[in-house]
């Protein structure tokens, strides 16, 4: 019953976080997908169906199924991009949650080659470090593989002309991160059309800060 619970607070939590990345403008449409582990079994998932508006979500906007591919409970097919989500839950097992939208700042910086830099105690504490995975097509393994491999060492990873996705421990959490990742995109571009190639929190601090 307690599990139950949790689920279902789980889910409401993700169907607020939609409306609020579509309403700050960091997808469009149909695109992202967003997910959470089931409490009661780690090798099942419950991820937003295909075609859904993240901003639009309801309880039965989302697809219970196995980390392997099976659909266990729901109406909808699962996003094309359940592979990426089953990949890092298998390699993240305190991941709870993960979130995958296509915030602007992050996938251009990372297009033009330029670093995005920390500048804030929130973008250091929440972020801390992010990998990138070079482009692969929609849905495919290679794409599901590549990203996950960057969850080894990071919480937040570029994925090349396509978005950004976090795990978190809950929704709330992968989403704070999702949120300072973008706020350092878009810092580092204003600090870039300012002149400034250099500036960024200060790097003798950092330890402090994660300790």
Known sequence: MKSHQELQNQLNELIRIGSDIVARQLTKASAGNLSVRDPDREDVMLITGTGTWLDDLGQSSFVRM????????????????????????????????????????????????????FFTLDHISYVRSYGASPFAPNASDQLASGVAGNFRTHDVVIMSHHGVVTCGETPKWAYRKLLNMEDSAEMTYRALMLGDKDSGFPKDQTLSVHN
């Open 66 to 117: 196995s980390l392997s591919g099976e659909i266990l409970e729901g109406d909808l097919q699962p996003s094309s991009e359940w592979r990426m989500h089953a990949e890092i839950y298998k390699m993240r097992k305190d991941a709870s949650s993960v979130i995958h939208a296509h915030p602007k700042y992050s996938v251009l910086l990372d297009a033009i080659n330029r670093e995005i830099r």
